[in-house]
C-alpha cells in the first residue's frame, strides 16, 4: 500500500508548481481573455517540453507516465493555465504512436513553438460543425473520420464565439480546409479512442487542482472576512459546504489515482473508472466553485476578485466533451453491459492501494476459519447490529487469535503487522459478519493497552481477545447528543473506589456486554471539556440497570442507568480529567474507516440481477440509459468511498499528518449511503419496498440502515466542522 507522492514524482509537482504560480497569474489569465490562450506561456511550456510529456521516446519525446502528466495538469488546473495542454498532450501522443513523416513533421512543428496543434474530442462528419477547445489559436485539429486519421488545416482561422470560459475553443467545420492523412487502418480507430480516455484522465485532473484552488481561496477568504463580530468562516452554513467539497476533491484527487492503478493492472472495470472519475470531477468542480463563490458574497460576483475565473473555468473546461451526465451512461455499459474501452497506456505506477502479500496470508486464514464455521442459515450475515453477534463465532477467533491480531501475543493477538491486521478485519466486511461487539471491544482493549493500570490490563485483555468477553460504548447522555464533551454523569472519589450516577443513552450491546466504557465528570469547576474522565465500567455490579430501546431498523440499543455504581480505582483510564485526550483517541478509530462502500456495492449487486430480469418496452431495464446512470452514481460513492477508507487507513500506517481523514470518510461514507440507499430503492420500486434479506430486500434493509449512519459515531454536522477546522484551517465553529 502507498497512497503518498512517489519519491521520483514529488521534483516533476514542484516543479509545475512553481512555474504555474510564477507563470499563470490571475493578471495573466484575464489578459489571455476573451479567447483563453496565452501566447507566451505557450512558448514557455514547449520549452519546458510539457506538451511532449506523453510523446513516446521513439518520436522523441518524453514518454512520461501519465500519473506524472497529471501531477503537471493538477497544477495548470490550479493556475487556470490559458493553453490546450491535454488536447495538444494527446494529440502529440497519438501521432507518435502512429507514425510517419507527417506526424513526426507537425511534432517538430510544435516542438518550434509558435505551432498548437489539437484535436476534436468528436468522431468528424464533414460539414458538421463542432466546438473545439484550443481550436480558436491551433493552425492543426487531428482528427478522427472512420478509421481515418487526419490532420485538418483550416483555410481560415476558425470563428471564436464568446463562451463561458476560456479554453480558446473554435468552432470547427470539417472538410473545410484541407486535409493530411496520418493512417488509415483499424488499430487508428482504437488508438484515438485510448487517447480521448487519457484526455478525460488529464480533464479530471486539471478540475480537481481547479476545485482544490477554489475551496483553498475561498476558506482563505472565510477566515479573513469578518461580519457580526467573528470571521464568517466561524459560521457552520459558510464553513460545512467547504468541508463537503474539500472532501469531495480529495476523493476525486484518490479516485484519480485508483483509476491509473486499475488501468495499469488491467482490471476489468478500468474503464468504467475513467467514465466515473470524469464525471465526479465535473460535479466536484461545479459544486466547489459555487460554494467558493457564495463565501465572497457579492465581491465574488466581480471581475476584480479571482475566484470569478475559477467559476467559469470549472463547468467550460469539461463541457467541451458534451454532458458529463453521459459518461455516467458510458460507465454504466462498462460496469453493467460488459462493454469495452480502450484505454491508454499509463507507464511507470508506484501507488498501490493494496495490502502486501503478507497480509493475505492472515486474510487467507482468517477465510478459512470462518468457511468453516459461518452457516449462512443460522447466522445473521449482513446485519449491522449486535443482536447479530454469535458467541460460539466469537470464541472461535479468539482461540485462534483472531480477533485481534494486532494485539502483543502476551494479551492474546499474534502481534501482527498494520497491514495485516486490516487485510484480516477486510474478510469480517466481505463475508458479512460485521462483528460491532468485536470493533468496540477492540476500540476498549486499545484504551486498556495504552492508558489502563495493569490490574486491569489483567483482568481484562485476556478475555477480551479470547472471545470470553465484550465491552461497549457509554458516551452519549439523554440531553448531551452528540456534545458528549457536556456528559452530566457524575464520578465522584471515595478512598480508593469511585461512584458513579448518572444515565447514559445509545448504549447498545450493552444487554451483552460485561465492560462499558464510559465518560463521567470529575471536576465541576473546570470548563466541561477538561473535566471528564474515561472508565471501563463493569456492568455486572449492583446499581447498573439496562433498558432496552427498538429501532425501526430492527436494532435494539439500550438505555443504561447507574446509580451509586461503585468501582475501583484501577478502572480508571488514563489521569483524572484527561478524558477528553482519550476520547480523542477512541473516537479516531470508531472515525477511521468506513466499510460502507461493500454495503453499497452490495444494493448496487442487488438492483442489478433485478434490473437485467425486469422488462421496460420489450427490453432489460438494465439497458435504460436512467438504470445505467443511476446504478454508475452509487457504484462511483463506493469507489470514492473506499479511496478515502484508504487514506485513513494510509495515513495511520504512514505517521504522516492526519487532517481529519478518519472523519472525512465518515462523512462521506454516511451521506453516500442515505443518498444512494433512497435512491435505489425508487428505482427498484415498488418490489423494494418488500424486507428481506435476498433480491431487493437488501435494498430495503440497506435503506433503513443507512439512516442512523450519520449519527452514530458523531454526527456528520460534528465532523464536517472537524474537517474545516483541520483540513481547511477555518476557525473554529463550536462553542
Same mark, same amino acid.
Given at each position: 500500500?502507498?497512497?503518498?507522492?512517489?519519491?521520483?514524482?514529488?521534483?516533476?509537482?514542484?516543479?509545475?508548481?512553481?512555474?504555474?504560480?510564477?507563470?499563470?497569474?490571475?493578471?495573466? =489569465?484575464?489578459?489571455?481573455?476573451?479567447?483563453?490562450?496565452?501566447?507566451?506561456?505557450?512558448?514557455?511550456?514547449?520549452?519546458?517540453?510539457?506538451?511532449?510529456?506523453?510523446?513516446?521516446?521513439?518520436?522523441?519525446?518524453?514518454?512520461?507516465?501519465?500519473?506524472?502528466?497529471?501531477?503537471?495538469?493538477?497544477?495548470?488546473?490550479?493556475?487556470?493555465?490559458?493553453?490546450?495542454?491535454a488536447e495538444t498532450m494527446v494529440a502529440l501522443r497519438i501521432l507518435g504512436q502512429i507514425g510517419g513523416a507527417t506526424a513526426l513533421e507537425w511534432i517538430e512543428?510544435?516542438?518550434?513553438?509558435?505551432?498548437?496543434?489539437?484535436?476534436?474530442?468528436?468522431? /468528424?462528419?464533414?460539414?458538421?460543425?463542432?466546438?473545439?477547445?484550443?481550436?480558436?489559436?491551433?493552425?492543426?485539429?487531428?482528427?478522427?473520420?472512420?478509421?481515418?486519421?487526419?490532420?485538418?488545416?483550416?483555410?481560415?482561422?476558425?470563428? &471564436?464565439?464568446?463562451?463561458?470560459?476560456?479554453?480558446?475553443?473554435?468552432?470547427?467545420?470539417?472538410?473545410?480546409?484541407?486535409?493530411?492523412?496520418?493512417?488509415?487502418?483499424?488499430?487508428?480507430?482504437?488508438?484515438?479512442?485510448?487517447?480521448?480516455?487519457?484526455?478525460?484522465?488529464?480533464?479530471?485532473?486539471?478540475?480537481?487542482?481547479?476545485?482544490?484552488?477554489?475551496?483553498?481561496?475561498?476558506?482563505?477568504?472565510?477566515?479573513?472576512?469578518?461580519?457580526?463580530?467573528?470571521?464568517?468562516? #466561524?459560521?457552520?452554513?459558510?464553513?460545512?459546504?467547504?468541508? /463537503?467539497?474539500?472532501?469531495?476533491?480529495?476523493?476525486?484527487?484518490?479516485?484519480?489515482?485508483?483509476?491509473?492503478?486499475?488501468?495499469?493492472?488491467?482490471?476489468?472495470?478500468?474503464?468504467?473508472?475513467?467514465?466515473?472519475?470524469?464525471?465526479?470531477?465535473?460535479?466536484?468542480?461545479?459544486?466547489? &466553485?459555487?460554494?467558493?463563490?457564495?463565501?465572497?458574497?457579492?465581491?465574488?460576483?466581480?471581475?476584480?476578485?479571482?475566484?470569478?475565473?475559477?467559476?467559469?473555468? #470549472?463547468?467550460?473546461?469539461?463541457?467541451?466533451?458534451?454532458?458529463? %451526465?453521459?459518461?455516467?451512461?458510458?460507465?454504466?455499459?462498462?460496469?453493467?453491459?460488459? %462493454?469495452?474501452?480502450?484505454?491508454?497506456?499509463?507507464?511507470?505506477?508506484?501507488?498501490?492501494?493494496?495490502?502486501?502479500?503478507?497480509?493475505? %496470508?492472515?486474510?487467507?486464514?482468517?477465510?478459512?476459519?470462518?468457511?468453516?464455521?459461518?452457516?449462512?442459515?443460522?447466522?445473521?450475515?449482513?446485519?449491522?447490529?449486535?443482536?447479530?453477534?454469535?458467541?460460539?463465532?466469537?470464541?472461535?477467533?479468539?482461540?485462534?487469535?483472531?480477533?485481534?491480531?494486532?494485539?502483543?501475543?502476551?494479551?492474546?493477538?499474534?502481534?501482527?503487522?498494520?497491514?495485516?491486521?486490516?487485510?484480516?478485519?477486510?474478510?469480517?466486511?466481505?463475508?458479512?459478519?460485521?462483528?460491532?461487539?468485536?470493533?468496540?471491544?477492540?476500540?476498549?482493549?486499545?484504551?486498556?493497552?495504552?492508558?489502563?493500570?495493569?490490574?486491569?490490563?489483567?483482568?481484562?485483555?485476556?478475555?477480551?481477545?479470547?472471545? %470470553?468477553?465484550?465491552?461497549?460504548?457509554?458516551?452519549?447522555?439523554?440531553?448531551?447528543?452528540?456534545?458528549?464533551?457536556?456528559?452530566?454523569?457524575?464520578?465522584?472519589?471515595?478512598?480508593?473506589?469511585?461512584?458513579?450516577?448518572?444515565?447514559?443513552?445509545?448504549?447498545?450491546?450493552?444487554?451483552?456486554?460485561?465492560?462499558?466504557?464510559?465518560?463521567?465528570?470529575?471536576?465541576?469547576?473546570?470548563?466541561?471539556?477538561?473535566?471528564?474522565?474515561?472508565?471501563? =465500567?463493569?456492568?455486572?455490579?449492583?446499581?447498573?440497570?439496562?433498558?432496552? =430501546?427498538?429501532?425501526?431498523?430492527?436494532?435494539?440499543?439500550?438505555?443504561?442507568?447507574?446509580?451509586?455504581?461503585?468501582?475501583?480505582?484501577?478502572?480508571?483510564?488514563?489521569?483524572?480529567?484527561?478524558?477528553?485526550?482519550?476520547?480523542?483517541?477512541?473516537?479516531?478509530?470508531?472515525?477511521?474507516?468506513?466499510?460502507?462502500?461493500?454495503?453499497?456495492?452490495?444494493?448496487?449487486?442487488?438492483?442489478?440481477?433485478?434490473?437485467?430480469?425486469?422488462?421496460?418496452?420489450?427490453?432489460?431495464?438494465?439497458?435504460?440509459?436512467?438504470?445505467?446512470?443511476?446504478?454508475?452514481?452509487?457504484?462511483?460513492?463506493?469507489?470514492?468511498?473506499?479511496?478515502?477508507?484508504?487514506?485513513?487507513?494510509?495515513?495511520?500506517?504512514?505517521?504522516?499528518?492526519?487532517?481529519?481523514?478518519?472523519?472525512?470518510?465518515?462523512?462521506?461514507?454516511?451521506?453516500?449511503?442515505?443518498?444512494?440507499?433512497?435512491?435505489?430503492?425508487?428505482?427498484?420500486?415498488?418490489?423494494?419496498?418488500?424486507?428481506?434479506?435476498?433480491?431487493?430486500?437488501?435494498?430495503?434493509?440497506?435503506?433503513?440502515?443507512?439512516?442512523?449512519?450519520?449519527?452514530?459515531?458523531?454526527?456528520?454536522?460534528?465532523?464536517?466542522?472537524?474537517?474545516?477546522?483541520?483540513?481547511?484551517?477555518?476557525?473554529?465553529?463550536?462553542?
Amino acid at each position: 500500500m502507498l497512497l503518498s507522492l512517489p519519491n521520483d514524482s514529488q521534483p516533476i509537482k514542484e516543479m509545475f508548481e512553481r512555474f504555474f504560480a510564477a507563470e499563470s497569474t490571475p493578471a495573466r =489569465v484575464r489578459a489571455a481573455e476573451p479567447i483563453g490562450f496565452d501566447r507566451a506561456l505557450w512558448r514557455d511550456l514547449v520549452d519546458l517540453d510539457a506538451p511532449f510529456m506523453r510523446l513516446p521516446a521513439s518520436a522523441g519525446g518524453s514518454d512520461m507516465s501519465l500519473f506524472d502528466a497529471c501531477l503537471m495538469m493538477g497544477e495548470a488546473g490550479r493556475r487556470l493555465a490559458a493553453a490546450p495542454l491535454a488536447e495538444t498532450m494527446v494529440a502529440l501522443r497519438i501521432l507518435g504512436q502512429i507514425g510517419g513523416a507527417t506526424a513526426l513533421e507537425w511534432i517538430e512543428k510544435v516542438r518550434a513553438g509558435e505551432t498548437v496543434l489539437t484535436l476534436a474530442l468528436q468522431p /468528424v462528419c464533414d460539414g458538421k460543425t463542432q466546438l473545439v477547445p484550443g481550436g480558436a489559436v491551433a493552425q492543426g485539429v487531428l482528427v478522427l473520420d472512420g478509421n481515418q486519421l487526419a490532420i485538418e488545416i483550416p483555410e481560415n482561422p476558425l470563428v &471564436v464565439p464568446s463562451t463561458l470560459g476560456g479554453a480558446a475553443l473554435g468552432l470547427f467545420t470539417p472538410g473545410s480546409g484541407k486535409r493530411q492523412v496520418i493512417a488509415s487502418n483499424e488499430d487508428v480507430a482504437r488508438i484515438w479512442a485510448a487517447g480521448i480516455e487519457e484526455w478525460k484522465l488529464l480533464t479530471a485532473a486539471a478540475l480537481t487542482g481547479l476545485s482544490r484552488e477554489a475551496i483553498k481561496m475561498a476558506a482563505a477568504y472565510a477566515s479573513e472576512r469578518i461580519a457580526f463580530g467573528q470571521p464568517i468562516g #466561524a459560521n457552520q452554513a459558510i464553513a460545512h459546504p467547504l468541508a /463537503v467539497d474539500i472532501i469531495d476533491a480529495d476523493g476525486a484527487a484518490l479516485l484519480l489515482w485508483r483509476c491509473l492503478r486499475a488501468i495499469a493492472d488491467g482490471q476489468t472495470d478500468a474503464g468504467a473508472m475513467i467514465s466515473m472519475l470524469f464525471w465526479w470531477t465535473s460535479r466536484n468542480a461545479t459544486n466547489s &466553485v459555487a460554494h467558493a463563490i457564495h463565501t465572497f458574497g457579492g465581491y465574488g460576483l466581480t471581475n476584480e476578485y479571482d475566484i470569478q475565473l475559477y467559476h467559469r473555468r #470549472a463547468k467550460s473546461w469539461p463541457l467541451a466533451y458534451g454532458d458529463p %451526465e453521459m459518461e455516467l451512461v458510458r460507465g454504466g455499459r462498462r460496469l453493467f453491459l460488459g %462493454e469495452t474501452a480502450s484505454l491508454p497506456d499509463v507507464g511507470t505506477l508506484e501507488i498501490s492501494f493494496e495490502e502486501p502479500d503478507a497480509g493475505r %496470508e492472515l486474510a487467507n486464514e482468517t477465510r478459512a476459519l470462518f468457511d468453516s464455521i459461518l452457516d449462512p442459515e443460522k447466522h445473521q450475515i449482513g446485519e449491522q447490529n449486535f443482536e447479530a453477534h454469535d458467541w460460539d463465532i466469537h470464541r472461535a477467533f479468539g482461540k485462534a487469535r483472531l480477533l485481534f491480531p494486532d494485539w502483543p501475543e502476551k494479551w492474546g493477538g499474534r502481534s501482527a503487522d498494520a497491514d495485516s491486521t486490516r487485510a484480516s478485519g477486510n474478510v469480517w466486511q466481505e463475508v458479512g459478519f460485521v462483528g460491532l461487539a468485536r470493533g468496540v471491544t477492540g476500540m476498549a482493549g486499545y484504551l486498556v493497552q495504552r492508558f489502563g493500570q495493569p490490574a486491569l490490563q489483567e483482568e481484562v485483555l485476556l478475555r477480551f481477545a479470547q472471545g %470470553e468477553a465484550v465491552s461497549c460504548l457509554g458516551f452519549t447522555e439523554p440531553s448531551g447528543g452528540s456534545d458528549v464533551f457536556a456528559a452530566k454523569t457524575r464520578a465522584v472519589r471515595d478512598g480508593d473506589d469511585w461512584v458513579i450516577n448518572g444515565q447514559k443513552m445509545f448504549t447498545s450491546g450493552a444487554e451483552l456486554s460485561d465492560y462499558v466504557l464510559l465518560l463521567a465528570r470529575t471536576d465541576l469547576d473546570v470548563p466541561k471539556h477538561k473535566g471528564l474522565t474515561l472508565f471501563l =465500567v463493569p456492568l455486572k455490579v449492583p446499581g447498573v440497570e439496562i433498558h432496552p =430501546v427498538h429501532t425501526f431498523m430492527d436494532e435494539r440499543t439500550n438505555a443504561t442507568f447507574y446509580a451509586d455504581v461503585r468501582i475501583s480505582d484501577r478502572y480508571r483510564l488514563g489521569d483524572v480529567n484527561a478524558g477528553v485526550k482519550l476520547m480523542s483517541a477512541a473516537l479516531s478509530m470508531e472515525q477511521g474507516g468506513s466499510f460502507y462502500h461493500y454495503q453499497m456495492r452490495e444494493m448496487v449487486e442487488a438492483v442489478e440481477a433485478w434490473a437485467h430480469e425486469e422488462k421496460r418496452d420489450g427490453k432489460p431495464f438494465i439497458e435504460q440509459p436512467s438504470a445505467l446512470s443511476r446504478l454508475t452514481r452509487v457504484s462511483t460513492a463506493a469507489y470514492v468511498t473506499e479511496c478515502l477508507n484508504a487514506r485513513a487507513l494510509w495515513t495511520r500506517l504512514s505517521g504522516a499528518t492526519d487532517y481529519s481523514y478518519g472523519p472525512a470518510t465518515k462523512i462521506f461514507a454516511t451521506q453516500a449511503f442515505i443518498d444512494y440507499a433512497a435512491d435505489l430503492l425508487d428505482l427498484s420500486a415498488p418490489g423494494s419496498l418488500q424486507r428481506g434479506k435476498t433480491g431487493l430486500g437488501v435494498v430495503e434493509k440497506g435503506y433503513r440502515h443507512s439512516t442512523a449512519t450519520s449519527i452514530y459515531g458523531g454526527t456528520s454536522e460534528v465532523l464536517r466542522s472537524m474537517v474545516a477546522e483541520r483540513r481547511l484551517g477555518l476557525p473554529r465553529s463550536r462553542a
